[in-house]
């Protein structure tokens, strides 16, 4: 007795009739061949919308789609918008690190195809172990970083917030930013830091570059006195006394270029950061934005969003290598860490703080909608759809954070590597953690 084919056989005994049909209409008629069902996805089966992009999640009808009432449509709305809002914030910060710990890994001879940031920048901390052990043990490395500076916008902020929330009246938004970290135009008096838009006089601390009259630590050439020595147009790790030409920090009785640390309230021409007697044009957040009054799920979405969008002044960064063994290797090695690692402390130190506290709240926003969702005294039918269709941008969202904080500590490790000891060693600088 020939037994029916069981579920396993039916791929193989499907297989293999497509083989005689297709072997000639002789054997077996196309036309008689049973119809395969190909097996559907979960999100398939529950006939679920496209949640792949922000833009497609702000075309659905949520109350209309999945029956439910406004309020909750809003939750689970914002709460998916935020899970790929966060998903696609962490691919891009995947991408930038691909991008310079690749570079810093190749420039010093050790190119590769890399899957992730995570992958990339270990490969570049190898790379500069190797090199660095090429300097010799006495050699001395030292670092020295002015730190990038990344301003999220307030405005796009309050106006995210105000098409995510339907409870939110247009212009009623409100968005602050952390004490002290409030940057843009200030047509009166700024007190804290002026980036400046020209070389200009500083009555305060000079971060950039003095012509003349200069006395502090010098990233790049300096002429006059180093450590009370001579020096013309050289390194110096020292005291720098009489003009710098670049990573300057201290007094500037000359022309400063870059950014002044005022000592008190003086006129800006550039961008201020920190206070204004008037109010600011154009406002930034250098810190943390304080969210304005709205939900939890609209406020992570926008957040995540803006921070995404953020501009960062690159940082600044300069290698002094004391006592090397290997002039060659020394060269490479200064010149790969100058080039690739400002992007790397775009995220070790200008992202860091905001992109792991955002990572946070999209988290808290996924828990809350899912219990949201698990309660809902409507059908339990529409409940297990809605579970089923924010199953997988809900696990994109954690898997994104876990990205966030493990590319986060691999790039703050990469900074450290500069001068951790491997034959050489050495000690940081600068203001860059």
């Given amino acids: 007795m020939i037994q029916p084919p069981t579920k396993r056989s039916r791929p193989v005994l499907g297989a293999a009739v497509l083989g005689l049909c297709l072997a000639g209409p002789s054997l077996v008629s196309c036309e008689q061949l049973p119809q395969v069902e190909v097996p559907k996805s979960p999100q398939e089966a529950a006939k679920c919308p496209d949640l792949s992009s922000v833009a ?3 075309r659905i009808n949520w109350a209309q789609e999945f029956g439910i009432d406004a309020a909750v449509a809003g939750s689970v ?10 998903r696609d914030f962490a691919a891009k ?14 420039d010093l001879g050790k190119p590769g195809e890399f899957a992730n940031g ?26 020295q970083v002015q730190p990038p500076v990344c301003r999220a916008s307030l405005d796009a902020m309050a106006d995210c917030v105000a098409e995510c929330d339907a409870s939110v009246e247009p212009g009623s938004v409100t968005v602050q930013c952390e004490k002290g970290k409030l940057s843009g135009v200030c047509e009166a008096e700024c007190s804290g830091r002026c980036d400046m838009s020209a070389a200009a006089t500083c009555q305060g601390t000079c971060e950039g570059s003095c012509n003349a009259k200069f006395a502090g630590s010098c990233g790049g050439e300096c002429t006059g006195k180093c450590d009370g020595k001579k020096v013309t147009g050289a390194a110096c790790a020292g005291r720098c006394e009489g003009s710098c030409s670049a990573m300057a920090e201290g007094s500037c009785g000359g022309q400063c270029s870059g950014s002044c640390q005022l000592s008190g309230s003086a006129k800006c021409e550039g961008t201020c950061t920190g206070e204004c007697s008037v109010e600011m044009k154009a406002p930034t957040c250098e ?3 304080e969210p304005p009054k709205a939900s939890a799920e609209c406020n992570a979405a926008c957040e995540t969003s803006v921070q995404a969008e953020v501009t960062c002044q690159p940082a600044r960064v300069a290698v ?3 006592g090397a063994a290997d002039a060659q290797a020394m060269a490479t090695f200064v010149a790969a860490v100058e ?12 992202m860091k703080d905001q992109a792991l506290s955002v990572a946070g709240n999209v988290k808290a926003v996924v828990d809350g909608v899912t219990v949201t969702i698990k309660t809902l005294k409507s059908s339990p039918a529409i409940g297990a759809r809605l579970t089923t269709c924010v199953a997988a941008p809900f ?22 590597s500069v001068t951790a000891s491997a034959s050489a060693s050495g000690s940081a600088s600068g203001s860059a953690g």
Avoid: H
């Fill in 287 to 289: 810190g943390t934005m």
């Fill in 320 to 322: 002094i290598v004391e």
């Fill in 77 to 86: 709305s914002a709460g998916v918008r935020a899970a790929v809002e966060l």
């Fill in 395 to 416: 696990k994109a969202a954690f898997d994104a954070a876990a990205s966030i904080k493990a590319n986060v500590d691999v790039s703050v490790e990469v900074q450290a």
């Fill in 118 to 143: 995570e992958q990339a920048c270990k490969a570049a901390a190898a790379a500069m172990g190797e090199t660095k052990a090429k300097l010799g043990a006495s050699a001395k490395v030292t670092l």
């Fill in 339 to 350: 080039k690739n690692l400002p992007a790397v402390l775009e995220i070790a130190v200008g």
């Fill in 56 to 58: 497609a999640i702000l």
């Fill in 93 to 106: 910060i995947d991408a930038k690190l691909v991008a310079a710990c690749g570079g810093l890994a190749t």
